[in-house]
C-alpha cells in the first residue's frame, strides 16, 4: 500500500489531519513526503501500526495517547493514560504565576497535583531562578513528569503523595494547582476523548469543588508571608473559589478568563 492509499483509507474513517498525523508518526515521512511522494510504498510494520491507530482513534482514543506526546507552550510533553492531556488553557495559570514570581531571589514554589508536569516543567524553565517542587499522588504521573523535567532539562523535585501531605512543616512563595473540578456525572465526561483520561484527575467524584476546598484549606500552612495560590478551575466555579479563598483569610480573591472569556483560574494573596 502507498502513503496516498493509506491516507484515502484513513480517511473513510477519521479526521483528515488526524490521520496524516497518524501517518507520519508511523512511516516516519513528512507533510512534503505525502504531497509530493504519495506514491511511497508503506511497509508491513509501519502499515499495522497505522491501521491500528486508524482504528483507536475512530472509537474515540486521543492522538496525543497514541503518538505519546502532546505540545504546550512550544514544547514537545511525553504524556500517556495516567495524565491528562495537556490543554492551552492551562497557559493561564503560567502566566499569572509567572506574573508573581519576581522580587525574590530563590523563589519556592510547589505545583499540587501535577500530571504531566506541564505547569512545574514549564515554570522552572521559564523562571531557571525558582525552586520548584511538584507533588502528585499516582506513581504513573509521576513517572511521567519526571521523564518530561529530565528530558526538558527542567529542575524540579518531585514527590508523590495527596496535595499537602509530602510537604510537612515546608512553606513557599507561591502555590499552583490544576485539580479534578469536573463534578461527578457531568456529561463532559463522557465527550471529546475524556474517557480515555484518568477519571481520578478530572473529577473529584463530588460537585467538582472537593479538591480545590481542601487546596484552599491547606494552602496558608504552607505559604511564606505575602504567598500566593493559584489554581484553575472550571467556567462556572469562579465565584465559588473567590468565596473559599475569602472565607479561608486570602486577600482581595480575583477570578482571570482565558482566552474564550471563561472563568479558568483563581488565587489570592496570604
Not at 509567572?98 to 501535577?114: E, N, V
Request: with cysteine; aromatic share 6%; proline share 7%.
Amino acid at each position: 500500500m502507498t502513503l496516498g492509499e493509506a491516507l484515502t483509507a484513513a480517511r473513510q474513517k477519521i479526521d483528515r489531519l488526524d490521520a496524516r498525523l497518524l501517518l507520519q508518526y508511523a512511516t516516519g515521512c513528512t507533510h512534503t513526503d505525502l504531497l509530493a511522494r504519495p506514491e511511497m510504498e508503506v511497509f508491513g510494520p509501519a502499515h499495522a501500526q497505522f491501521a491500528e491507530w486508524v482504528d483507536r482513534r475512530a472509537a474515540g482514543e486521543p492522538l496525543a495517547y497514541l503518538v505519546g506526546e502532546a505540545e504546550f507552550r512550544g514544547r514537545v510533553f511525553m504524556v500517556s493514560p495516567d495524565v491528562l492531556i495537556p490543554r492551552p488553557e492551562t497557559e493561564v495559570l503560567i502566566e499569572l504565576a509567572l506574573a508573581r514570581l519576581p522580587g525574590k531571589a530563590r523563589p519556592r514554589l510547589i505545583d499540587l497535583g501535577t500530571g504531566s508536569g506541564i505547569v512545574a516543567v514549564s515554570l522552572a524553565l521559564e523562571c531557571p531562578q525558582a525552586e520548584v517542587s511538584a507533588v502528585d499522588l499516582s506513581k504513573g504521573a509521576i513517572s511521567v513528569a519526571r521523564n518530561n523535567a529530565g528530558r526538558l532539562g527542567a529542575n524540579v523535585e518531585f514527590r508523590e503523595g495527596s496535595w499537602f501531605a509530602p510537604l510537612a512543616g515546608e512553606k513557599f512563595d507561591l502555590i499552583v494547582s490544576n485539580p479534578p473540578y469536573v463534578a461527578a456525572g457531568d456529561p463532559h465526561l463522557a465527550l471529546d476523548g475524556l474517557p480515555f483520561e484518568p477519571q481520578m484527575a478530572l473529577t473529584d467524584g463530588a460537585d467538582g469543588l472537593d479538591c480545590i476546598r481542601a487546596i484552599v484549606a491547606g494552602a496558608a500552612a504552607h505559604l511564606n508571608p505575602g504567598g500566593w495560590l493559584l489554581f484553575e478551575h472550571g467556567y462556572d466555579q469562579g465565584e465559588a473559589s473567590r468565596n473559599l479563598l475569602a472565607a479561608a483569610g486570602f486577600q482581595s480573591p480575583f477570578t482571570h478568563p482565558d482566552l474564550a472569556g471563561l472563568d479558568r483560574v483563581s488565587g489570592a494573596q496570604l
